[in-house]
């Protein structure tokens, strides 16, 4: 990593989101389904902890079981509305109320906000900071990472 990207990075208030809501429909509790030894949901709050450049983990949730182990597994958690909630919720109204819950009831505006799903527990070393790195290098105001399908998603959906 250039030295002056590493030290703008150093700069700025980067925090994890990580929306778990309590309901789902395929799999009960799935973000708190056993996933080897721990949790579902605890795997990215441990990517997110471990990534030095990254200043706060939260679980956005509105389950109080998902909320117990996202703060025994070190995250703070943002109470999600039930509105926020439901099979037909968007993350992008998620990730609006917990913006606007940092600046108006915690008083914090971060610089950078990561998404990390937590139905996604499998990321390499450092993807956070590469990621972050990458977007600042092009001047990017987002960037996202996928994986190659093995079967083409026209097939899918068949």
Do not use: Q
Not at 48 to 63: G, H, L, P, Q, Y
Not at 82 to 93: A, H, R, T
Not at 97 to 124: A, G, H, Q, W
């Amino acid at each position: 990593m250039k030295k002056h990207k590493k030290n703008l990075i150093n700069t700025k208030k980067i925090v994890v989101l990580i929306p778990a809501r309590g309901g789902s429909k395929g799999i009960k509790s799935k973000n708190l389904y056993l996933f080897g030894t721990k949790p579902l949901v605890a795997w990215s709050i441990e990517t997110a902890k471990n990534e030095k450049i990254v200043d706060r983990v939260f679980v956005s949730t509105d389950d109080k079981n998902i909320s117990f182990y996202s703060k025994h597994y070190g995250a703070e958690v943002h109470t999600r509305k039930k509105k926020y909630s439901g099979d037909k919720s968007l993350v992008s109204d998620t990730i609006e109320s917990f913006l606007k819950y940092l600046k108006l009831e915690i008083k914090y505006e971060p610089d950078i906000l990561v998404l990390l799903e937590p139905t996604s527990p499998f990321r390499e070393k450092k993807l956070i900071t590469k990621c972050i790195t990458k977007m600042l290098e092009t001047n990017s105001d987002s960037i996202a990472t996928f994986k190659p399908a093995k079967t083409h998603p026209d097939r899918c959906w068949h």
